[in-house]
């Protein structure tokens, strides 16, 4: 059976990714208590990285919240895997950090990462709500226009 968060997934029309593997030396999540540190996430989707570019120079604002988007359901998805498919385990999310790549006139970084906070706050309601930074990077691994990770309490 479905937990609410699923549910909730379903009822937007979201369907997750399978959990990215890690591209490099590294794994996708740690845990420690109850918490749940998730490597940063890029926007790929079934093995094809998207939105790669600047913002401000090749990528819209509306290609970097897509961005965005795509990279906290890469998110969700290894919060997924973490908890053994039992999202409604999730207390709430911490704290999310959003690199944009960016050109050094862009400054609506915020708002690029609005993206991911809007959507999760979305799919997990109060819950998904988190303290955050979104800065500017000069670059970004595979020329990606946007990297985020994220921390989430469980129980």
Same mark, same amino acid.
């Given at each position: ?6 549910a ?5 029309g ?8 890690p ?7 740690v845990i ?6 998730i490597?940063g996430?890029i926007?790929a ?10 913002l ?12 965005a ?7 969700v998805a ?6 053994g ?12 950090g959003?690199?944009?790549?960016s050109?050094?006139?862009?400054t609506d $970084?915020?708002?690029?990462?609005n993206g &991911? !906070?809007? @959507?999760?706050v979305? #799919?997990f309601g109060?819950?998904?709500? $988190?303290a955050?930074?979104?800065?500017g &990077? !000069?670059? @970004?691994p595979?020329? #990606?226009g946007?990297?985020?990770d994220a921390?989430i309490?469980?129980?």
């Amino acid at each position: 059976m479905a937990g609410a968060i699923d549910a909730r997934l379903a009822e937007i029309g979201i369907k997750l990714p399978d959990a990215p593997l890690p591209a490099a030396n590294y794994v996708p999540y740690v845990i420690t208590g109850n918490l749940i540190f998730i490597a940063g996430q890029i926007p790929a989707s079934n093995g094809e990285v998207k939105f790669i570019g600047k913002l401000g120079a090749d990528l819209s604002t509306d290609d970097g919240i897509s961005a965005a988007r795509l990279c906290v359901l890469n998110i969700v998805a290894q919060a997924k895997a973490a908890l053994g498919g039992d999202l409604d385990r999730v207390v709430r999310f911490v704290k999310v950090g959003g690199f944009v790549n960016s050109t050094e006139n862009f400054t609506d $970084h915020p708002k690029i990462i609005n993206g &991911a !906070s809007d @959507l999760l706050v979305k #799919i997990f309601g109060d819950s998904g709500r $988190h303290a955050r930074f979104a800065v500017g &990077a !000069s670059s @970004l691994p595979l020329g #990606i226009g946007v990297e985020i990770d994220a921390v989430i309490e469980f129980n």
